[in-house]
């Protein structure tokens, strides 16, 4: 989601005209799928919430793991992981996340933030490049519905029926019954393109366990949990797609890992090649789950399975971006009013 494409600059409240209110009923397959998108907080004997504490931490410090709560204070944060030049000074990695429900217009949704933090930018406090993405629930899909992020900003994903529904799709409602699964998205950011041009995204998804490395309490160490992989193609297929992104989604952590990758059969591959390399050599990924083909290079990663501890002692607000949606006027329509 993080190609230079130009920004449809429109209200939510004009891209969603003619969405069913039916898309925020959930079924059995989006509760499957809203367990791996939300990640979990750690509570006491007594019902309460332990600040400090995450779901990779052992039994003592996590006796009991729920979801997240609507609105609900983050009890740790979740960082990605250094290159290994920047290491000591960047010990705690350069972006947080969060994986959230959210209550929108269209129902209950998840949001994940993205908020750097460095010598310019600040943990907590909306800066260049600092972002998130939405997963809105319809009868067909759980998709992305929109993102904004330093490189293209706000963007809408726009589907078959013109709206911010099944547009960057995740799994579809296929997915309570078989956890494995494909399909081809329809798909636009341009709303003067729908329906007549829409794009096709080949997507396929499956659970499978997947090992992360960890840090929580200051210890480091290895967790494998069973995890949603979803992999979106700029393509109709897999052999035929430039560039693929992959999420990765766990019950522990929501969403845990984010990969790109380029097809080095589909396009020039000289500059792949080389952001490959880089890659390679900071440390800041593995392999992941490997490669989708003989020809295809990874050329970005972020894993946020780093826990610290959250700046407030009593948590910190959940809403760093989405407060932010809630004032802009391309946004403001998506949430109750």
């Known amino acids: 989601m993080h190609a230079p494409i130009r920004v449809v600059a429109l209200t939510l409240m004009a891209i969603a005209m003619g969405v069913s209110q039916a898309s925020a009923e959930f079924s059995a397959a989006w509760w499957d799928a809203y367990d791996f998108?939300?990640?979990?907080v750690c509570v006491g004997s007594d019902g309460g919430v332990i600040v400090g504490a995450s779901p990779l931490d052992p039994s003592p410090q996590c006796p009991q793991r729920r979801?997240?709560?609507?609105?609900?204070?983050?009890p740790y944060q979740r960082r990605d992981w250094p290159g290994l030049g920047d290491q000591p000074a960047r010990r705690d990695g350069y972006q947080q996340t969060a994986s959230v429900p959210i209550e929108t217009a269209l129902g209950l949704a998840v949001a994940q933030s993205w908020d750097f933090g460095d010598d310019v930018r600040a943990f907590g406090r909306f800066d260049a490049d600092d972002g998130g993405q939405i997963a809105i629930f319809s009868e067909r899909s759980v998709a992305f519905g929109l993102t904004e992020d330093g490189g293209a900003g706000l963007q809408f994903f726009i589907g078959p029926g013109c709206g911010v529904l099944d547009g960057w799709i995740i799994v579809d409602s296929s997915f309570a019954g078989a956890p494995a699964g494909e399909t081809t998205a329809r798909i636009t950011r341009r709303r003067d393109a729908c329906p007549q041009r829409l794009g096709y995204a080949y997507t396929r998804w499956e659970v499978r366990p997947?090992?992360?490395r960890t840090r929580a309490q200051g210890e480091a160490g290895t967790a494998t949990?069973?995890?949603?992989?979803?992999?979106?193609?700029?393509?109709r297929d897999a052999r035929s797609a430039e560039h693929l992104e992959r999420f990765y989604f766990t019950k522990a952590l929501g969403s845990t890992r984010w990969e790109r990758w380029e097809n080095?059969?589909?396009?020039?591959g000289r500059e792949a090649r080389e952001q490959a390399r880089t890659l390679a050599r900071s440390g800041r990924c593995?392999?992941?789950?490997?490669s989708p083909g003989l020809d295809w290079v990874m050329v970005d990663c972020?894993?946020?399975?780093q826990i610290v501890a959250p700046a407030d002692p009593a948590g910190d607000p959940p809403g760093f971006w989405t407060d932010r949606l809630r004032q802009d006027s391309r946004t403001?329509?998506?949430?109750?009013?």
Do not use: C, M
């Open 332 to 337: 403001r329509s998506l949430f109750p009013q």
């Open 210 to 212: 997947v090992s992360y």
């Open 37 to 40: 998108l939300v990640q979990e």
């Open 286 to 290: 593995d392999a992941g789950v490997g």
């Open 67 to 74: 979801k997240i709560g609507v609105n609900e204070r983050l």
């Open 302 to 305: 972020r894993e946020w399975t």
């Open 225 to 235: 949990l069973d995890t949603l992989v979803s992999e979106h193609f700029g393509g």
């Open 264 to 268: 080095l059969a589909a396009r020039s």
